[in-house]
C-alpha cells in the first residue's frame, strides 16, 4: 500500500514537497517512481529512486525541476519543487517498480495520488 | 527516449464485442528474459490498474476476458466480450531502459 499527502494548492514560485508512505512491504527493496497527469492527459514517467541505496533516476524531461528523496527511517518517499510553475498543475502518482537485477521493472503499486494545484 | 505509439486514439465498442488496442515501441523492448512491456487500466477518478506484465502476464485479479500479446515492437491488449466496466482509459507501458515511457492512452467507451 501506498499512502500519498493530501492535495495542495500553491501560488507560483512556491516550494512544494510531497510525501508517499510504503506500507506492508520491505520498503527498501523496491523502487519507488513518481508519475505525473495533468488535467486531462495521459501519463509522464518523472523520475524514480532505490531506497536500498538512494539510486535516484531522473526523466530529462523533469531533470532540475524536481527532487525525489527517501528517508528510510519513515518507508517514505518525497517529490520536491523548489520554484512551482502553473504548468506543475497535476495529479502527482507514486509507483512502486518491481526490481530488476539493478533497474527497475514494472509498476505494480500505484498510489492514489496528489493533486497539485499552482494558481495565482 | 523510446516512443510508444497506441492505436487508435479512442474506441467504441458494443457491450459483448471485442476491443483491440495496439501499442508500437520505437525500439524493439526484447531482452533476454521477455518483452519489457506492461499494461495498465485508469477508470475515471481513479489511479492506474496493472493488467499485464512482460507483454502477456495476467497481473492478479485480472478477468481472462483479457489477454495481452506481441513481443519486440508491436503489442495488442485485447477485450473479449466487453463489459460496463471495462470502460477506462488504457496504457501502454516500457520498462526496457529509462526514462521509462508511456502511451498516450486508449479511451475505450461503450457503443
Known amino acids: 500500500h501506498l499512502e500519498q499527502s493530501a492535495a495542495e494548492v500553491k501560488k507560483p514560485g512556491e516550494a512544494l514537497k510531497i510525501s508517499c508512505k510504503g506500507s506492508g512491504y520491505t520498503f527498501t527493496t523496491y523502487w519507488i517512481g513518481w508519475v505525473r497527469q495533468m488535467p486531462g492527459k495521459g501519463l509522464e514517467w518523472m523520475g524514480i529512486?532505490?531506497?536500498?541505496?538512494?539510486?535516484?533516476r531522473y526523466s530529462p524531461s523533469f531533470q532540475g525541476r524536481v527532487s525525489i528523496s527517501a528517508d528510510n527511517s519513515l518507508n517514505t518517499a518525497f517529490l520536491e519543487w523548489n520554484n512551482l510553475k502553473a504548468s506543475d498543475t497535476a495529479i502527482y502518482y507514486c509507483?512502486?517498480?518491481?526490481?530488476?537485477?539493478?533497474?527497475?521493472?514494472?509498476?505494480?503499486?500505484w498510489g492514489e495520488g496528489t493533486t497539485v494545484t499552482v494558481s495565482s | 527516449d523510446i516512443v510508444l505509439t497506441q492505436s487508435p486514439a479512442s474506441l467504441s465498442v458494443s457491450l459483448g464485442a471485442v476491443a483491440s488496442i495496439n501499442c508500437k515501441s520505437s525500439r524493439n523492448l526484447y531482452y533476454f528474459d521477455g518483452d519489457y512491456l506492461a499494461w495498465y487500466q485508469q477508470k475515471p477518478g481513479q489511479p492506474p490498474k496493472l493488467l499485464f506484465y512482460w507483454a502477456s502476464t495476467r497481473a492478479s485479479g485480472v478477468p481472462d476476458r483479457f489477454s495481452a500479446s506481441g513481443s519486440g515492437t508491436d503489442f495488442t491488449l485485447t477485450i473479449t466480450s466487453l463489459q460496463p466496466e471495462d470502460v477506462a482509459v488504457y496504457f501502454c507501458h516500457q520498462f526496457y531502459t529509462g526514462p521509462q515511457t508511456f502511451g498516450q492512452g486508449t479511451k475505450v467507451e461503450i457503443k
Open positions: 529512486i532505490y531506497p536500498g541505496d538512494s539510486d535516484t
Open positions: 509507483t512502486r517498480h518491481v526490481s530488476g537485477a539493478s533497474n527497475p521493472y514494472y509498476i505494480d503499486v
